[in-house]
């Protein structure tokens, strides 16, 4: 782990802590533990959104030559994006390890490394954009609350993190279009230098040209938001279900309200491995919106963190599992054979 992720973790950590502490260990704790098994079916619930957002990958990889279908099908997309949110959601490296791990996993499983990195990188960049429209979404429905002036703060909050999740996007976008994979190698050749790059440049400006021909692919592009934006959408009922089974059952308006707002939040702060505490922070500031009572914003929070943990640490090992049998098959390849 770098300084800066154990310094950005360490921030998370302490306001997780002091906003439990705030409100009362023991309170959340209730409300929490009233939702008992109810946290299962909310865990496998996000097996639907899951499946949506594979099928935002797969959608980039269908091609058909001859009659003959190649490339990855949706079984292997959904495994490597279950892969990637468990890594994304318990490893502290931000929201950069799980595309990564993606790109490796898809890569195991027959794609080229080159064509595997641009799907994932298009695919990642929809998926943001879906989720700033789905935010603006949840804004226009705060907008019905926040018209009485009472929650202009409040309003003012979540368009600042709405702006910089799409200021986010639209520079990561930009640096696509730009040959962003062979912009990074060559900073990263000035800084270390001492050594051969130009194998490695090669690989990168490939990446850089398969992004530039899925991009030209509009209608897959179009599909893949398109399959994003349900996803979230279809992520509200997580919120739906779990209030329910926390004993503060809300409509599917305010539980939208809440989703939206709550992942623009999380995702303005990428950069906190798991968005530890900005997650709790943000549902605190938008309970009031729906008349959620603190300690049941905290228990939905810590709900969702369940769910990550129920999906989340099989995936992980899972991923270990793979990796471990992915370098004995290529030792395997290594060793010759004697007659």
Do not use: C
């Amino acid at each position: 782990m770098t300084r800066a992720a154990l310094i950005l973790l360490s921030i998370g950590t302490a306001l997780f802590v002091g906003l439990l502490a705030w409100q009362g260990f023991d309170s959340v704790a209730s409300a929490l533990a009233a939702a008992g098994w109810g946290l299962v079916l909310v865990a496998a619930f996000h097996l639907v959104p899951l499946v949506l957002d594979a099928g935002a990958i797969s959608v980039l990889f269908q091609r058909h030559r001859g009659g003959v279908h190649h490339d990855v099908t949706l079984r292997d997309a959904l495994f490597a994006r279950w892969i990637g949110e468990s890594v994304n959601s318990l490893l502290p490296a931000g929201q950069i390890g799980g595309p990564v791990v993606m790109v490796r996993q898809l890569s195991q499983r027959g794609m080229r490394m080159r064509d595997a990195a641009a799907a994932i990188t298009v695919s990642t960049t929809a998926q943001a954009l879906a989720q700033i429209v789905f935010a603006l979404l949840g804004l226009l429905l705060f907008g019905a609350y926040a018209a009485h002036g009472a929650l202009h703060d409040l309003r003012i909050a979540t368009l600042i993190a709405t702006g910089v999740l799409g200021a986010l996007i639209a520079g990561f976008y930009y640096a696509q279009r730009r040959g962003l994979f062979g912009r990074l190698l060559g900073v990263v050749s000035k800084v270390f230098g001492k050594r051969d790059w130009s194998s490695l440049m090669t690989r990168a400006e490939a990446v850089d040209a398969a992004v530039q021909a899925m991009y030209r692919e509009r209608s897959r592009v179009a599909t893949s938001f398109a399959l994003s934006l349900v996803g979230w959408i279809v992520g509200t009922v997580e919120v739906w279900l779990a209030l329910r089974f926390l004993g503060h059952p809300v409509d599917w308006v305010d539980a939208l309200l809440l989703e939206s707002l709550g992942q623009a939040i999380r995702g303005a702060a990428f950069m906190i491995p798991g968005s530890l505490g900005v997650q709790e922070g943000g549902y605190l500031l938008l309970a009031p919106l729906v008349g959620l009572p603190p300690d049941a914003a905290l228990a939905l929070s810590l709900a969702k963190r369940a769910r990550e943990i129920l999906l989340a640490l099989p995936g992980l090992l899972v991923l270990h599992f793979s990796e471990r049998s992915w370098q004995r098959r290529r030792a395997t390849a290594r060793v010759p054979v004697v007659d």
